[in-house]
């Protein structure tokens, strides 16, 4: 078939993909995202309790979305957002900040729990930073 780009019809890219597919299937990686998105959704619902700039958080498998919100800052929330980003950079975790006011988590299939929490540690302790001492 015709198409836009070569490399949508090449063989050896589609060859590629079901190899992906078969290991995804093989390692159980589906149910390994399940199980692991659980705990961080339940580690992020956590720190909502705790962290004041936390409105809530979403997921499925090991996606996250972490809502932020202004709190008694009276900062624009995506400022609170910009913020964040740029501690967690500083402490070595790569995230990203979307609709001026979530952090996104789309860490990898075959991440395990402690590299996980870790990343997550690392999250509270950059919104501890920024938005002053954690509820009690």
Request: net charge neutral.
């Amino acid at each position: 078939s015709l198409g836009h780009y070569t490399h949508e019809k090449n063989p050896f890219s589609v060859r590629i993909d079901l190899t992906l597919l078969q290991v995804i299937e093989k390692d159980g990686l589906v149910g390994h995202a399940a199980t692991l998105g659980a705990h961080g959704l339940q580690r992020i619902e956590a720190m909502r309790q705790r962290q004041p700039l936390v409105r809530g958080a979403r997921g499925r498998g090991l996606l996250f979305s972490i809502e932020l919100q202004a709190g008694d800052s009276g900062r624009p929330v995506a400022e609170i957002v910009q913020s964040v980003f740029w501690r967690l950079l500083d402490r070595g975790i790569n995230l990203s900040a979307s609709e001026g006011r979530d952090i996104s988590i789309t860490s990898p299939l075959v991440i395990d729990r402690q590299q996980l929490d870790h990343a997550l540690d690392q999250v509270e302790a950059a919104l501890a930073d920024e938005g002053g001492p954690p509820r009690r």
